[in-house]
Nanobody
């Protein structure tokens, strides 16, 4: 049974940082490109960042230079380091396959003063 479990969300002030984690089980982690997505209220889910099995990364223009995706093969975990957070980063963040189609339950990130 495939499971993705996100954690690390919360309330942070503009300019602050958060680190999201995504623990995975039920998959051969080293075989899959992974990604982080987000969905803000009233908007469609959008791709934030991806990382390939070889460690190559992609970032949406809106987060480039501020967010960093990484993966730990031994822990079968994907991370998203978010720095210089903006109010418009407020959303539920989901971990899943880079190609989409399956995600965890999400973790809420709220950026507000």
């Amino acid at each position: 049974q495939v499971q993705f479990v996100e954690s690390g969300g919360g309330l942070v002030q503009p300019g602050g940082s958060l680190r999201l984690s995504c623990g995975t089980s039920g998959i051969i982690f080293s075989s899959y490109d992974m990604g982080w997505y987000r969905q803000a209220p009233g908007k469609q889910r959008e791709l934030v960042a991806t990382i390939t099995t070889g460690g190559s990364t992609y970032y949406a223009d809106s987060v480039k230079g501020r967010f960093s995706i990484s993966r730990d093969r031994a822990r079968a975990t994907v991370y998203l380091q978010m720095n210089s957070l903006k109010v418009e980063d407020t959303a539920v963040y989901y971990c899943g396959y880079a190609r989409g189609g399956y995600w965890g339950q999400g973790t809420q990130v709220t950026v507000s003063s």
